[in-house]
């Protein structure tokens, strides 16, 4: 895609690695050579984020909406990348469940009834949606989208449910794939274990579960677990926040809180700003333990053995989709610390073979992504009219 002007639309400025690594994996395969207005709750920090790289306007997604509708007049294109889009919002977010996808629709109605502009949305999870009305209100708004990718199968079938024609939904990997292992590090350490040497786990938490009513006995069982598995190896947790800013429970905090329950263990705290920073930490550990997607992705890539720590839809998904199901806990339920135990010892019995299967599903998603991103365009409406 040349020289087209494109509003791209997203979760930016909310200090959520994953999120901004989305608006870097898009623009890279995007191009260029667009001109891109972009949204942001943190404009100067999303605008630093991308430097000198591509050609980019940045406005505030909360103050200057009137921005929005000027740019959406000027673009060629509006264009949703990647992330949970349509979405019941949990109760733990403090917000209305139906926020999101309020916003999302009158955005998208501008800009197809009003604007007349074609509308993209691309690697997006659909879902959850727990009420008649929500899925009132994701039907509204994706029945309006000229080209639907989604990035995994529970997407794919919520938009069927949604009587959306099945030749207009695209099954696709999550975008971030589209990067290989350099895009994160330059080179990955060796970090086969001594003799005696302490059990790494990169740890990653997130408070946004399913099920808040289960938050509490999680973090219990997860402690015990952890001294079970500290009886047995010497063991040294290194922290992963996905998200150190923004909202109230960020990851940082609740690791810092996480923390306090395990004193008598030997936890490393790790400040983590960007995709690099998190991909030093997993890629210096023996196994990620986590709940956040984009933290389960980039290990993917690197071919880092991990334990998935199941706690929405989007991450049972992933972890499916890449052939991991056996390798992860649903942190929803009560389950016996044993049982986490053993999980994580299985996958340290087998790193080799899942760090191989790891890198060629993650190697085969790549290569399908760039076929997707190849022939974007082609499925455009103004490529039909030219």
């Not at 400025?13 to 709750?41: K, W």
């Not at 800009?111 to 949606?129: D, T």
């Not at 219990?220 to 429970?249: G, V, W």
Request: glycine residues 4%; aromatic residues 8%.
């Amino acid at each position: 895609m040349r020289d087209k002007n494109i509003v791209f639309l997203g979760t930016h400025g909310q200090m959520n690695i994953g999120d901004e690594l989305l608006l870097e994996t898009f623009l890279t395969q995007l191009g260029a050579e667009n001109r891109y207005f972009v949204n942001s709750y943190d404009p100067a920090f999303t605008a630093a984020q991308l430097g000198n790289r591509f050609h980019v306007e940045v406005f505030n997604t909360a103050t200057e909406r009137s921005k929005l509708l000027k740019y959406l007049w000027q673009a060629d294109l509006l264009f949703f990348g990647g992330g949970s889009i349509i979405k019941e919002l949990y109760a733990t977010t403090g917000r209305n469940a139906y926020s999101t996808l309020l916003m999302v629709l009158a955005t998208v109605t501008f800009a197809k009834q009003v604007a007349r502009k074609p509308v993209v949305m691309s690697n997006i999870g659909v879902g959850p949606l727990m009420t008649r009305r929500g899925h009132q209100l994701a039907g509204w708004v994706l029945r309006q989208v000229d080209v639907l990718s989604v990035r995994d199968r529970k997407s794919y079938d919520t938009c069927l449910r949604l009587k959306l024609d099945p030749t207009r939904v695209q099954l696709t990997p999550d975008a971030v794939f589209a990067n290989p292992p350099t895009a994160f590090i330059d080179s990955q350490p060796s970090t086969s274990r001594q003799p005696g040497a302490p059990l790494k786990i990169a740890l990653n938490l997130n408070f946004d579960i399913e099920n808040p009513a289960n938050w509490e006995t999680f973090q219990h069982n997860l402690a015990d677990a952890l001294h079970l598995l500290a009886d047995r190896h010497p063991l040294e947790l290194h922290t992963l926040p996905m998200q150190s800013h923004f909202k109230a429970r960020h990851d940082a905090l609740v690791l810092e809180e996480f923390r306090a329950r395990v004193p008598d263990l030997d936890v490393i705290i790790h400040s983590v700003e960007n995709h690099c920073e998190a991909a030093s930490v997993i890629a210096a550990c023996d196994l990620l333990l986590a709940e956040r997607l984009h933290a389960l992705v980039m290990a993917a890539i690197l071919g880092k053995p991990f334990y998935a720590l199941l706690y929405d839809v989007k991450v049972r998904e992933l972890v499916e989709g890449l052939g991991m199901s056996a390798h992860a806990i649903d942190i929803n339920q009560p389950f016996a610390p044993a049982a986490l135990v053993e999980g994580i010892e299985t996958v340290l019995a087998e790193a080799a073979t899942i760090g191989c299967h790891l890198v060629e599903r993650s190697t085969a998603l790549r290569q399908e992504l760039a076929t997707y991103f190849a022939t974007l365009e082609e499925r455009l409406p103004w490529t039909k009219v030219q």
